[in-house]
């Protein structure tokens, strides 16, 4: 069986070239189940993987020496300054050169290289990155200096680089990568398989058959013998292993190199055309009824109705020309089991009744070949040995069905638990939501109620503080004429009292003055007049200033 692919990897890093693998071990990829991948997208598929150059394109670029210079400055992308290196450097130049310059290079640098790389296998950027990486491909692979012992002075990341582009595969320029250097030479050198999950030393299993000693780096353990491609199918009909050799190949490979037809049948002896695979390693012959049983009888149970219709259509592909009864049955039954998929029927129906259909045209084989043994009498014990194991056989299969049944039936009824559990939680999150509406709808109703009194409050308020505005514009009025006219009074009053104090002091000075004016005439003359005439001239300034 093809073990699984290896996990956190995404399977664009398994795009491989022409003469890429898949993993297996020692383990048969024909009975593999897709338990191990979870839809077509996630595994590799074969016939989307990078091609090596071949006879053709070398020729072509041979022919055209005139575009190298061109591909040199696409495959570059910028100019390479003399301490920078580019992809067209390392598929060039010497290991020792580029690797001395690597060594002084920044990590984050090394990273962009890599990442132009993956861009180039990723396929992305059209034919024309196809045409650098089939150029950088024809460079690294047609160095005779790229040996094991001269890689040995390589950079990681330069080694990284190489294998990548003589391969065509991705997974060598991922960061979760951890193959030793050891190995990725031996990768290189086609001394161990490029499949990462399966890394076997080369030949496998010391194969010295023609494909596995003339094909440099085939893995006759997860390599289709006719595309040297590899993937991750797994207990499926799209793989067939030779009985006699051990190699695989693809199915649509064997039928599409008319590697499947008709041949005498070797089972019932009546010489019947049965469909018949022939391998192209070993030119050997297997019988295809049987084996395609044997896989439904032990991987059907565990696929799901997308992998049931898959593989009841490469079923269909292989049996289309079939020439004898039973194969034109199965071709038939596998037509109307994928057309009763389509329309809605349950996978594990289609799988009871193909199982029950083949072990049926088992037991008619069977019965026809007793028919038609030249009419030789069966011995009773005999006879009654082929019911038993024939009434094994469909016992074990009905207890097959049946524990699928019940383990089904049990799942069914732990669902549907389940959903009146969650119905009954349902029903009351539904009636406590709805107490929860009617409370929250009184507590709007209240607090609509509280708004429009404290509204009216507001309007209350604002027609008093309007009133007590204007009073206190009138009194602010009146406080400031009661103010002007008690200032006015005031200075009334102090003017009076100012004037009746001159008057009494201008009194007591002209009475003074006259009792001076009597005392001193007659004593002192006329200079006393004179004295006498200031000092009333004086009296009068001050009465006027007062």
Not at 1 to 12: F, H, I, K, V
Not at 188 to 205: D, G, H, M, T
Not at 339 to 345: A, I, P, Q, R, S
Not at 437 to 445: G, V, W
Request: charged share 30%.
């Amino acid at each position: 069986m093809l073990p699984p692919r290896p996990s956190g990897l995404p399977p664009s890093l398994f795009l491989a070239s022409s003469d890429a693998r898949a993993s297996t071990g020692n383990h048969d990829p024909g009975m593999n189940s897709d338990q191990n991948r979870e839809s077509p997208a996630e595994s590799a598929n074969s016939r989307d993987t990078w091609p090596v150059i071949d006879a053709a394109t070398q020729v072509k670029l041979e022919n055209q020496k005139a575009e190298d210079g061109y591909y040199e400055q696409s495959v570059t992308h910028r100019p390479a300054s003399a301490n920078k290196v580019s992809l067209l450097d390392i598929a060039r130049e010497q290991v020792d050169i580029i690797s001395e310059k690597m060594y002084l290079l920044p990590n984050e640098y090394l990273e962009e290289l890599k990442g132009r790389l993956r861009g180039m296998l990723e396929g992305n950027g059209g034919p024309q990155q196809r045409d650098e990486l089939l150029f950088l491909q024809r460079l690294v692979q047609t160095r005779s200096d790229l040996t094991a012992k001269t890689l040995i002075k390589a950079h990681r990341v330069q080694l990284e680089i190489l294998v990548a582009i003589n391969s065509g595969i991705q997974f060598f320029l991922h960061h979760s990568m951890n193959l030793s250097q050891t190995a990725l030479i031996e990768v290189f050198v086609y001394k161990r398989c490029r499949n990462i999950a399966c890394q076997s030393q080369l030949p496998a299993e010391d194969c010295h058959c023609e494909i596995c000693t003339n094909r440099k780096g085939f893995c006759s353990l997860c390599m289709c013998v006719i595309c040297n491609k590899f993937d991750f199918e797994v207990n499926t009909c799209r793989w067939i292993g030779c009985d006699s050799c051990a190699h695989w190949t693809h199915t649509d490979c064997a039928i599409r190199d008319k590697q499947i037809g008709t041949g005498p049948s070797s089972v019932n002896g009546l010489g019947s055309a049965e469909m018949q695979f022939r391998c192209r390693a070993c030119n050997r012959t297997s019988e295809l009824f049987g084996w395609v049983k044997d896989v439904f009888q032990q991987c059907a149970p565990t696929w799901n109705g997308e992998s049931l219709i898959r593989e009841l259509t490469v079923v269909s592909k292989i049996f289309r020309l079939s020439e004898n009864t039973r194969g034109r049955q199965l071709f038939w039954k596998s037509e109307e089991l994928i057309e009763k998929l389509k329309g809605g029927v349950a996978e594990t129906t289609a799988c009871r009744i193909i199982l029950t259909f083949l072990q049926e045209l088992e037991m008619d084989s069977s019965r026809s070949f007793e028919a038609g043994n030249n009419g030789r009498t069966i011995p009773p014990q005999e006879a009654c040995n082929r019911i038993a194991a024939v009434v094994q056989e469909a016992v074990q299969t009905m207890g097959v069905v049946a524990d699928e049944k019940m383990r089904m039936l049990k799942k069914a009824r732990q669902a549907l638990e389940t959903c009146d559990h969650e119905l009954e939680e349902k029903a009351k999150e539904v009636s406590e939501l709805k107490l929860e509406r009617q409370r929250k709808r009184l507590q709007i109703d209240e607090l609509e109620s509280i708004a429009r009194l404290k509204e009216a409050e507001a309007d209350m308020f604002q027609l008093k503080a309007d009133e007590a505005r204007r009073e206190a514009d009138r009194l602010q009025r009146i406080a400031l004429a009661k103010s002007g006219k008690s200032e006015e009074d005031y200075a009334s009053s102090y003017l009076k009292q100012r004037l009746s104090e001159a008057e009494a002091e201008k009194q007591f000075l002209f009475e003074k003055i006259k009792l001076q004016d009597q005392s001193s005439r007659s004593s002192q003359g006329n200079d006393i007049g004179d004295t006498s005439q200031e000092l009333y001239s004086k009296i009068q300034e001050i009465l006027k200033s007062v």
